[in-house]
């Protein structure tokens, strides 16, 4: 089945610490994007990638970082600066950058604090 | 600032009934639109895309989208309770802005 994979579903993070987000799709997209939900809100972008080696910083990337090393998977590392990092998180792709083409979205990972 | 503005709700529509779900948008020269339904605790899922003026129906969802007004719509026929849902729109010009959401509880 062609889809896109995030895990895990739940994370927990200490404090002080690292943690990264996994994101893997077979659907052979080129775009990716990484976003957050807070209850009761909409969609923030954090990060955005259109092609392999390359990516740009969301309306909210401070706090996180990303990389994109193969066209299937695009992680996300919250880092310690990211002071306030519960919510859920969304990975999508979509088969270019172009604007006439939707998002998919994984089930997502759902980050909470210890 | 480009916006996308939804009513919060909730939306509250009998059973049968036709939901009305209603978006606006600030970016005039936005050019693709989507309706994503986001059942609680999961992630969105595509309805719809609608891309030029006009109707677009699939099976009981209806999207209609007036450019000139700024405003896009999502009707669903026959609302059942697995309806139930928030429904969120996205718009995208350059990049794509997705608006906060509508609760949408159909009543039995």
């Known amino acids: 089945d062609g889809g896109i994979t995030q895990s895990p579903k739940y994370l927990f993070r200490k404090e002080g610490q690292n943690v990264t987000l996994s994101c893997e799709q077979n659907?052979?997209?080129?775009?990716m994007y990484w976003y957050r939900q807070d209850p009761g809100q909409g969609l923030r972008l954090i990060y955005y990638?259109?092609?392999?080696?390359?990516?740009q910083k969301g309306d909210i990337a401070e706090g996180y970082s990303v990389s994109r090393e193969k066209k299937e998977s695009f992680p996300l590392t919250v880092t310690s600066a990211q002071k306030n990092p519960t919510a859920f998180y969304l990975c999508?792709?979509?088969?270019?950058?172009?604007?006439?083409?939707?998002?998919?979205f994984g089930d997502g990972t759902r980050l909470s604090i210890l | 600032q480009k916006e996308v503005e939804q009513n919060s709700g909730p939306l509250s529509v009998p059973e049968g009934a036709i939901a009305s779900l209603n978006c606006t948008y600030s970016?005039?020269?936005?050019?693709?639109f989507f309706w994503y339904r986001q059942y609680s605790g999961k992630s969105p899922e595509l309805i719809m895309s609608i891309y030029s003026n006009g109707d677009k129906e699939d099976g009981r969802f209806t999207a209609q989208l007036n450019k000139a007004s700024q405003y896009v719509s999502l009707l669903i026929r026959d609302s059942q309770p697995s309806d139930s849902a928030t429904y969120l729109c996205?718009?995208?010009?350059?990049?794509?802005?997705f608006g906060k959401g509508t609760r949408l509880h159909i009543l039995p």
């Open positions: 970016d005039r020269v936005s050019q693709s």
């Open positions: 990638s259109q092609i392999v080696n390359d990516f």
């Open positions: 996205a718009v995208r010009g350059d990049k794509i802005i």
């Open positions: 659907l052979n997209h080129d775009a």
């Open positions: 999508a792709s979509s088969p270019t950058g172009l604007s006439n083409q939707p998002q998919h």
